[in-house]
């Protein structure tokens, strides 16, 4: 059965950081990118950032030197490191892999999505 399990959400204060984990089973981990998506209330799905199966990176402009994306493949997991967390980075965050060596044009090209995990930045 393929699974991706986001954890690490939660309540942060403005200028916080969070790390956010995707752990994978059920299929090669290896061969997929994974991205990172939110969506906050009333707004659409917004992807913020990918890494490779060949560890190539992305990132919206938004969070570009705020947010890290890394992969571990011995543990199947990809994390976000948030960092300078603002307002307007709440959301609930969604993991997605995508089988193959590059980087996704759009969320429909992704294969597996995760559950989510709340993120909520607030004083």
């Known amino acids: 059965e393929v699974q991706l399990v986001e954890s690490g959400g939660g309540l942060v204060q403005p200028g916080g950081s969070l790390r956010l984990s995707c752990a994978a089973s059920g299929f090669t981990f290896d061969d997929y990118a994974i991205g990172w998506f939110r969506q906050a209330p009333g707004k659409g799905r917004e992807g913020i950032s990918c890494?490779?199966?060949?560890?190539?990176?992305t990132y919206i402009d938004s969070v570009k030197g705020r947010f890290t994306i890394t992969r571990d493949n011995a543990k199947n997991t990809v994390y976000l490191q948030m960092n300078s967390l603002k307002p307007g980075d709440t959301a609930v965050y969604y993991c997605?892999?995508?089988?193959?060596?590059?980087?996704?044009?759009?969320?429909?090209?992704?294969?597996?999505w995760g559950q989510g995990t709340q993120v909520t930045v607030s004083s």
């Open positions: 997605a892999a995508h089988y193959g060596p590059g980087i996704p044009n759009g969320g429909n090209e992704y294969d597996y």
């Open positions: 890494i490779s199966s060949r560890d190539g990176s």
